[in-house]
């Protein structure tokens, strides 16, 4: 049953049901959260979602059926399939054998906060 749904919606190319809370959607496998960030304005499309979507409900109610077009998301998708991908920064690693504390010669004024407190204590009363 679902297989035919889908191959009707995909034969058609017309509106498809935004899926329940923890499916995926069968078209794209995308989860709920992510469609909802393609379809509904966020910060994260700049308050401009790049799929077309409507609501569908009846007279008098609050609530209705969020339906997506489909030929609109699969649009962004080969949008974003023809994109260069976005090189990802290499996190710097640090040469092997040093560690992230400081040595005692390497302490300098700047970096004093990493001392302790009891450091700058005035020891001259104690002798």
Excluded: H
């Excluded at 709920?32 to 401009?48: A, D, G, K, V």
């Excluded at 998708?77 to 920064?89: D, I, K, L, R």
Aim: hydrophobic residues 35%.
């Amino acid at each position: 049953m679902k297989n035919d749904t889908l191959k009707s919606v995909l034969a058609t190319g017309a509106y498809m049901r935004l899926t329940q809370a923890g499916a995926r959607d069968p078209l794209c496998g995308f989860t709920r959260s992510y469609l909802n960030t393609l379809i509904l304005p966020c910060r994260e499309n700049n308050y401009m979602p790049p799929v077309r979507n409507f609501s569908l409900c009846r007279p008098g109610l609050k609530r209705g059926v969020r339906l997506v077009d489909v030929a609109s998301l699969r649009a962004f998708v080969e949008q974003q399939s023809s994109q260069p991908p976005v090189p990802q920064p290499v996190p710097a690693t640090p040469p092997v054998g040093a560690s992230n504390v400081p040595s005692v010669s390497s302490i300098t004024p700047t970096n004093e906060a990493y001392l302790p407190a009891w450091l700058y204590c005035d020891n001259s009363a104690l002798v």
